[in-house]
């Protein structure tokens, strides 16, 4: 099993919405930093959201400001993605990664889940 695993992708029309979650399945994982990243075809992994384990600090892609927002419940050891105000231009597959210390860099995330589609028709 991946250390992280994500939950949520689909199909939706522009404008829509969706819930992605995440759940560190590791038990040492509940007290590290989560984020957000996709991956759209022919581009590079690029970061969307984070938050701490604490969940008291968030950071945003540009962008996605306004649109997503980045949730965690701690008794419930897990993450939320909520994506609003979706756009073709959102199609992606979406990975959870988890770090002790969190950013906005993919080399500062050691553990990753296996990702999830995410599909925006217009």
């Known amino acids: 099993q991946a250390p992280v695993v994500e939950s949520g992708g689909g199909v939706v029309q522009a404008g829509g919405s969706l819930r992605l979650s995440c759940v560190p399945a590791e038990r040492g994982l509940k007290r590290f930093a989560i984020a957000w990243f996709r991956e759209i075809p022919g581009k590079e992994r690029e970061f969307v959201a984070g938050?701490?384990?604490?969940?008291?600090?968030?950071d945003y892609a540009d962008f996605v400001k306004g649109r997503f927002t980045i949730s965690r419940d701690i008794v419930q050891n897990v993450v939320h993605l909520q994506m609003n105000s979706l756009e073709p231009e959102d199609t992606a597959v979406y990975y959870c990664?988890?770090?002790?210390?969190?950013?906005?860099?993919?080399?500062?995330?050691?553990?990753w889940g296996q990702g999830t589609q995410v599909t925006v028709s217009s």
């Open positions: 990664a988890a770090a002790s210390t969190g950013g906005s860099r993919l080399s500062e995330y050691p553990y």
């Open positions: 938050i701490s384990w604490e969940g008291d600090s968030t």
